[in-house]
């Protein structure tokens, strides 16, 4: 719903133009349809970081805050070190409704990108 802002949120780089590939992402999410109300954030090295991009939206009045980890791996960023963040801006927040999904890896079309990178390194 328009009540819902959605954070990606990657781990950031020392590299600009590194960081600059999550916009483009970002932009490619925003097009479908109920999915404008969405930002990037940096766990480290670039800004905004994840408590920044959380403040963003909720002060445009947003109530539900959803945190996707672009991550690829269940370490310890996604495991730990993320949740210890929402669990204190949930304290921060207490009227805002926190959803933190399963990072990239976890899901399976993963493997069929991995599959169509090596096809088109091959040809």
């Excluded at 310890?76 to 949930?90: A, C, F, Q, T």
């Amino acid at each position: 719903s328009c009540k819902t802002g959605i954070i990606i949120l990657s781990h950031g780089s020392k590299l600009k133009k590194a960081n600059a590939s999550l916009d483009k992402t970002v932009q490619m999410i925003r097009k479908k349809p109920g999915l404008d109300t969405i930002v990037p954030a940096y766990l480290q090295f670039f800004q905004p970081d994840l408590e920044k991009g959380i403040k963003g939206l909720i002060a445009k009045g947003l109530q539900t805050i959803i945190v996707i980890p672009f991550f690829l791996f269940n370490g310890n960023h996604v495991m730990r070190d993320i949740p210890h963040i929402i669990k204190k801006e949930r304290a921060k927040y207490p009227g805002v409704d926190f959803i933190y999904t399963k990072n990239l890896g976890e899901d399976t079309r993963i493997a069929d990108i991995a599959s169509d990178i090596v096809e088109e390194a091959i040809i």
